[in-house]
């Protein structure tokens, strides 16, 4: 059945800026999801691999354990296992030159050094989209709320110009501009949400890496893996 009042009246009766608005939060909308769904899925993906690292340090040499680590291209653990064995290997290879840093920082500085680097690369990473998510969850609201005031302002002129403000009149066009402030929250809360999930799951996945990470050294330096609560 035909309205005169909806979203769909909203967006024929409206002008160059509320469809403007209209689009960016549609778009905004839809970017907030892709990241959400993208981010979680390779959140849930990470989580899985790590009962891969009790085979990791099960194994029998170093090398065979980068092989039960799987997924290479997207895996952190194996990621930074490599990078600690190349600098391990570019330091022993490289320490008779004293070259550079070498000159100044032991072998233990020196794989520290190069874990740290190797782990704040990987971290990097899981970061994407969050700065999005942070923008939305904060400006959705109020490029709603523009979209509200301006559907308002013109309402209120087609209302004067028609000389009449009887309620059905008035009721229709402001609230009309009105969905554009609860479209625009409806953009900001699953982009605020979403933003301190991952938030939380980074800062857990951070841990993990970096108590992987301080095993590696143990592992480098003392030839044997840090045990729990040492």
Not at 19 to 25: E, S, Y
Not at 189 to 197: D, E, W, Y
Not at 202 to 217: M, P, Q, V
């Amino acid at each position: 059945m035909n309205t005169p009042f909806g979203l769909a009246n909203l967006w024929l009766e409206g002008d160059a800026i509320t469809r403007f608005v209209a689009i960016a939060l549609l778009t905004s909308s839809i970017v907030t999801w892709v990241i959400l769904l993208s981010r979680f899925w390779a959140v849930r993906s990470l989580q899985k691999l790590k009962p891969e690292l009790e085979q990791f340090w099960r194994a029998t040499s170093y090398e065979q354990g980068l092989e039960a680590l799987t997924n290479h291209a997207a895996n952190p653990y194996y990621q930074i296992a490599k990078a600690a064995s190349a600098a391990s290997a570019h330091h022993q290879s490289q320490a008779s030159n004293h070259r550079e840093l070498l000159q100044t920082l032991n072998y233990s500085e020196w794989m520290a050094r190069s874990l740290k680097n190797s782990i704040d690369g990987v971290t990097a990473g899981f970061q994407k989209g969050l700065t999005f998510l942070g923008s939305t969850g904060a400006t959705a609201p109020f490029v709603g709320l523009f979209g509200t005031v301006w559907g308002i302002y013109h309402a209120l002129i087609a209302i004067s110009s028609s000389g009449s403000a009887q309620i059905d009149q008035v009721a229709g066009p402001i609230g009309e501009a009105l969905i554009m402030t609860a479209l625009g929250l409806a953009v900001a809360i699953p982009a605020v949400l979403g933003f301190n999930a991952l938030n939380r799951a980074n800062k857990l996945l951070g841990a993990e890496l970096n108590r992987f990470g301080n095993d590696l050294l143990a592992y480098f330096v003392t030839g044997a893996r840090m045990k729990s609560g040492e």
